[in-house]
């Protein structure tokens, strides 16, 4: 299914609008507020204009930190669909008595509107990344995360131009009354088209006491380690996003030497970047979440903020401020708007695949509490962003040196992020090893289920079978490997990271077989994958062994659906054994590499249906 087909799709496509219209409207009135604030130079209790729009962000992002755990608490109780049409309906009252706000330029009735606008994002935000699972199919949710994303940037960018666009027209606050009614009633009628959800847990109590209730959500969203830090992840992405928008203007001004239409640039170039590589992302994963996708947007977003840093102020900068054409010509300016491109295209591949992430590993009867968790995160970290640039600026460094700063921190939490959840490290590396070294074509990676336990099973043909495997199959897998593997320089730092299951025959070490037996068990209890090589050891002349009798133990322990496998085209390379010993035939490399490797991947049989000879035979003939 292409996007253009999911979003004709009744299910999504009136949230798509839905949301996408919201984001627009929030946007049209408050760039609207805060050019009305700053041209007609208002003063309230004595707030100069630089003040009073600061204050107008704090407004807005209130509500988060206070309502995000009841909006996830409603969001789980009733029905997402329902709720999502009441916030819109709230959200044509807000509209109109921010109109009257505007036509009667009433600063309290403005800033009343714009807090109205943040309560009503609060419980939209939930529902809104929660109910994601719940309309579309399994396949479909990577690339509805996609569209989501590139619809709130794109519509955070045109609600941002049109709001400073239409109040600076003749009657401009007429115009941008009658504009901010008209679309939130459009985004009502959306709503409106949603499919009827039923409630997730209609039996939940609401806690009205917000600090009680903030800290349990907050709780429930630390409850699976893997997805709080990727939670996280998101709201450093905010916070790194956040510093970068809020110092454009004066990174153009000062340091470009460029006027107001070069930042409205900057910003169309940021906010449809994020939009492109969500999709770009959408079309690496195919489907799937792809979690090597994270790490290598991380290292984008550091290459290319820190080339920002390297380029300084690229030219002489002398007479009057720059327009978008006098910018173009300077030395130095594309450079700069493609590292802005890089920086804003790797976002979206780093926050797709941790916002899809957090859906699928989050448990359905709390997931929309732990999207709440992530809302009030991300709200933290963006007011961190605006605490951080008053601290930086305060010691005297210069704009420029934001970008540096930005990369240092970046580089520290990623190294975080992949040190606690190395499984995104792991699938990164061998996604990239694997396309480096071969030429890997899959076929069957549907019969690999999303969630739940399975154990797959694989011929043993030579020593890098679980890299062939790791970049295929995009759920973290657990390899149970001999544990001589362990021992191996570097490889062993990995292979810990990715939480190899060490075991050993029989009479070599009886207690360490047993311990693999148990950690196999309880991975499996966990609803985690693994993956095992039956024959116990790679094969020395390209045909299968004998399958030993520790499937069936597992099997019989755990009874779980067992996946046949089986790679072909690994035979006769560097790392197998038709040569002799593997990895010593160094002129192999040559005629081998990038060479054509295939991963069969069978329907999942039955746990009573598994027997060592039936397994063996099965994946024989997929090697035919």
Request: net charge positive; glycine share 8%.
């Given at each position: 299914m292409i996007q253009s087909t999911l979003l004709l799709s009744k299910k999504f496509y009136p949230m798509f609008w839905t949301q996408a219209l919201g984001a627009a409207n929030n946007n049209i009135f408050k760039n609207a507020l805060i050019i009305l604030i700053t041209f007609?130079?208002?003063?309230?209790?004595?707030?100069?204009?630089?003040?009073?729009?600061?204050?107008?962000?704090?407004?807005f992002i209130a509500p988060f930190f206070f309502f995000s755990a009841l909006a996830g608490e409603c969001s789980d109780k009733w029905s997402k669909s329902r709720l999502v049409t009441l916030t819109k309906f709230l959200e044509v009252f807000i509209m109109l008595l921010g109109s009257v706000g505007l036509l009667t330029e009433s600063l309290p009735l403005l800033f009343f509107s714009l807090f109205l606008m943040g309560l009503q994002a609060t419980f939209f935000g939930p529902a809104k990344f929660s109910i994601l699972p719940e309309l579309l199919e399994e396949d479909d949710i990577v690339k509805g995360n996609a569209l989501v994303e590139m619809g709130t940037f794109l519509a955070i960018l045109t609600g941002t131009i049109l709001g400073g666009a239409f109040i600076g027209l003749h009657s401009g606050t007429k115009i941008v009354s009658l504009v901010v009614v008209g679309v939130a009633l459009l985004g009502l009628f959306f709503s409106l088209k949603l499919p009827r959800l039923d409630p997730i847990d209609p039996t939940l109590k609401l806690d009205w006491n917000l600090f009680r209730s903030t800290y349990r959500v907050m709780n429930i969203g630390r409850s699976v380690k893997s997805v709080f830090i990727s939670i996280l992840g998101i709201s450093w992405f905010w916070f790194f996003g956040a510093t970068l928008l809020s110092i454009f203007p004066v990174y153009v001004k000062d340091v470009l030497h460029a006027n107001e239409q070069v930042v409205t640039l900057f910003l169309a170039i940021f906010s449809i970047g994020v939009a492109l590589g969500s999709m770009i992302c959408e079309k690496c994963s195919h489907k799937r979440i792809e979690l090597g996708l994270v790490p290598f947007g991380s290292i984008g977003l550091c290459w290319f903020v820190f080339h920002l840093y390297f380029m300084g102020r690229p030219y002489e900068i002398s007479g009057d401020l720059l327009n978008i054409t006098g910018f173009m010509q300077q030395t130095g300016s594309y450079w700069i708007l493609f590292d802005l491109a890089g920086l804003s295209i790797m976002s979206g591949f780093?926050?797709?695949?941790?916002?899809?992430?957090?859906?699928?590993?989050?448990?359905?009867?709390?997931?929309?509490?732990?999207?709440?968790?992530?809302?009030?995160?991300?709200?933290?970290?963006m007011v961190g962003a605006a605490g951080f640039l008053i601290v930086f600026f305060s010691f005297g460094f210069k704009t420029t040196d934001v970008f540096l700063a930005l990369f240092v921190m970046n580089v520290a939490v990623s190294l975080y992020i992949y040190t606690v959840i190395p499984e995104f490290l792991w699938r990164f590396i061998c996604v990239l090893l694997g396309k480096m070294l071969y030429r890997l074509k899959v076929q069957g990676l549907d019969h690999i289920p999303l969630e739940g336990p399975a154990v797959l099973t694989c011929n043993h043909v030579s020593f890098v079978d679980w890299l062939v495997i790791s970049a295929s199959v995009k759920r973290p897998v657990r390899f149970v490997m001999h544990y001589s593997f362990m021992k191996i320089p570097v490889l062993s730092f990995f292979f810990r990271g990715a939480k190899v299951i060490p075991i050993a025959g029989a009479k070599e070490d009886p207690e360490l077989m047993e311990e693999a037996f148990d950690k196999i068990a309880a991975t499996?209890?966990?609803?985690?994958?693994?993956?095992?090589?039956?024959?116990?050891?790679?094969?020395?002349?390209?045909?299968i062994s004998p399958f030993r009798p520790g499937i069936e133990k597992i099997i019989s322990r755990t009874p779980v659906p067992v996946i046949p496998m089986a790679i072909r085209g690994l035979w006769g390379s560097f790392f197998s054994r038709k040569y002799g010993p593997a990895g010593t035939k160094f002129r192999v490399i040559p005629k081998r590499w990038f060479s054509k490797v295939d991963l069969l991947i069978e329907p999942a049989l039955a746990p009573q249906m598994v027997t060592a000879e039936s397994l063996q035979e099965k994946i024989k003939s997929m090697m035919d």
């Open positions: 007609k130079s208002t003063k309230l209790m004595g707030l100069g204009v630089e003040q009073m729009v600061a204050l107008c962000g704090g407004i780093f926050i797709v695949p941790l916002y899809t992430f957090i859906q699928m590993r989050s448990e359905r009867s709390v997931r929309s509490r732990v999207i709440a968790c992530n809302n009030i995160l991300n709200a933290l970290f499996l209890e966990d609803k985690e994958i693994v993956c095992i090589f039956p024959e116990g050891k790679i094969t020395y002349d390209g045909n």
